[in-house]
């Protein structure tokens, strides 16, 4: 017998509140937060996966692993005291026929994001999801359709959303500290993995006896086995990964995106997107980028694979660039945050930190429940019918701005993407990067589950 009911204060319709005022799932506030949900890990038997799932796991039930890698999920089946039974290489078989699964956190590779999200969704289950939520900007919009026709508790794995530092850095600007902003500057040391020319994938080898090699392609069209893909130099190549900007973006990026209310006007305005990018392949993303997106009132540039902006005037000259982080340049000052998390954030140069803090900004922004853990935070959200900080919602947007920079790489030219018609303005031939080709029994979408 479990704790309680399986679903018995999930199911708790609330006709009014804050949550299903803002299209967040309405369940109750009254629900016993002590509850503990029934909870699965797909991809959860290594790497991120078991991370994510053991954050989850605080204070919550696993009863059911699916990993298409046999031996992290042995591990994980053992780590966790769960029978045989309870372990599955392919998530539908596993979301169809374990009853106790109350939610599910999503940590595989990046292109099996979308279906593993979708199928839970479909049945009612809570999903926290890796970021970027997919590697395709139709998965995501549909992502985001299927959570609000759904109304199940949505989450995605970026962490420094939970932060302080994501906090003030929002109020700082909505303060005034910087006053109004013309530019924002975004990098990273990534890829850490192949990509560009020296992305070489090799077939023709026999697939590991360890490997469910056709589940881990999910809806892809079947190809044999590639080697080197499992379990990480899959992030560079265009079927599977996101590349450095979708590995990365939702978490550098989160930072100004926010505070500015970007999220707003990627799902409605035309965006104009430049791109500059070396060694970019139909198979492999590149070797490092420039990616210029043009907001109505702000220009965003992101740089990776080695580039970096130039030094604001704002910058103190003894001091160097880390390996990632943003500026955030407006007419009366500027933002510097050296971390990939936005855990950092200082006026530059440093008298104006200074002379700010001085003055006592206002916080003014309700603080995580879990910094440092959306897992954690997610799951509080499903027993205390809270909206989840970054759900669906605002990280369906997030992922979009990532996949954006992709996609002009892809098209491999500037491009005016309009969200509402989710087409590049007068590039009809850029439809099959922005969906791809399923194979038959994997066309999830919203209206259908």
């Known amino acids: 017998m479990r704790p309680t009911s399986r679903r018995s204060f999930l199911r708790t319709v609330s006709a009014a509140g804050t949550a299903a005022g803002l ?19 797909i991809g959860g038997g290594g790497g991120k996966g078991e991370s994510d799932l053991a954050a989850a796991a605080e204070g919550n039930t696993v009863v059911a692993i699916c990993d298409t890698d046999r031996t992290r999920l042995a591990a994980a ?14 998530f539908r078989k596993m979301l169809d026929t374990v009853k106790e699964i109350d939610a599910c956190t999503v940590s ?26 997919t590697n395709t900007l139709w998965e995501a919009q549909q992502l985001g359709l299927a959570a609000a026709k759904k109304k199940v508790v949505t989450g995605m794995g970026n962490q420094g959303h939970t932060g302080e530092g994501m906090r003030l850095c929002k109020e700082w600007i909505q303060q005034g500290a910087i006053g109004t902003i013309k530019e924002i500057h975004v990098w990273t040391n990534r890829p850490i993995w192949p990509q560009g020319n020296g992305a ?32 990480f130099a899959w992030r560079g190549h265009t079927l599977y990964g996101a590349g450095a900007m979708g590995d990365m973006g939702c978490h550098l990026l989160d930072g100004p995106f926010w505070a ?14 430049e791109v500059d990018a070396e060694e970019a392949g139909e198979t492999h993303w590149p070797k490092a980028s420039t990616i210029k997106v043009h907001f109505p009132d702000v220009v965003l540039t992101w740089y990776d694979g080695g580039r970096k902006p130039a030094k604001p005037p704002q910058l103190e000259e003894s001091r160097n660039l880390s390996d990632g982080g943003f500026f955030v340049i407006g007419d009366k000052g500027a933002i510097y945050d050296q971390s990939d998390y936005c855990q950092s ?14 003055k006592g900004p206002k916080k003014t922004l309700e603080r995580s429940t ?3 853990n959306p897992q954690a935070e997610w799951t509080h959200a499903i027993k205390n019918g809270l909206p989840c900080p970054s759900s669906f919602e605002y990280s369906v947007p997030l992922t979009y701005l990532c996949l954006l920079g992709n996609l002009a790489i892809s ?3 500037t491009i005016e993407f309009d969200p509402n018609k989710l087409e590049v303005v007068g590039m009809p031939e850029a439809k099959k990067f922005i969906k791809r080709t399923y194979r038959e029994g994997w066309e999830y979408s919203a209206d259908k589950i």
């Open 77 to 90: 089946l053992k780590k966790y005291n769960l029978p045989a039974d309870k372990g599955f290489t392919d």
């Open 260 to 273: 500015l209310d970007l999220h707003k006007s990627i799902m409605k305005d035309i965006i104009k997107v």
């Open 23 to 41: 299209g967040f799932p309405a369940i109750t506030r009254s629900a016993n937060p002590n509850s503990k949900l029934g909870l699965a890990g």
């Open 411 to 413: 098209a491999g030219k």
């Open 108 to 133: 595989t590779a990046d292109h099996a994001h979308y279906p593993a999200a979708m199928h839970a969704m479909g049945l009612d289950k809570h999903v926290c999801v890796q970021k970027p939520l």
């Open 200 to 231: 070489k994938f090799e077939t023709g080898k026999a697939t590991p006896d360890t490997l469910d090699w056709e589940a881990w392609q999910a809806g892809n069209p079947l190809v044999g086995y590639t080697d080197g893909l499992h379990p």
């Open 345 to 358: 954030p200082r006026l530059i140069p440093e008298t104006s930190h200074k002379d700010w803090i001085a």
């Open 370 to 372: 879990h910094p440092g």
